[in-house]
């Protein structure tokens, strides 16, 4: 069960930074009009900036939805 319960952990692990990783490149696709549209610069959409990744973890949700 132990195996189990590990791998489940590891599998949610490895959803979190895909989606992570998708959403950075989605934000290095925006230019700076796009991004003061959803209140960040380009230095808050980078990977090491971690307040503005926050602020767009349901980025993926949003792209969901449109067309």
Known sequence: MLAVDGLAALRALL???RNR???LRAL???DEHQLRD???TR?????GHP????????LD????HLP
């Open 15 to 17: 959803k979190k930074w």
């Open 21 to 23: 990783r998708r959403t």
């Open 28 to 30: 290095a696709e925006l």
């Open 38 to 40: 959803i209140g960040l």
């Open 43 to 47: 230095d808050e959409a980078s990977p």
């Open 51 to 58: 307040i503005g990744y926050r602020a767009l973890a349901g």
């Open 61 to 64: 949700e949003v792209r969901r």
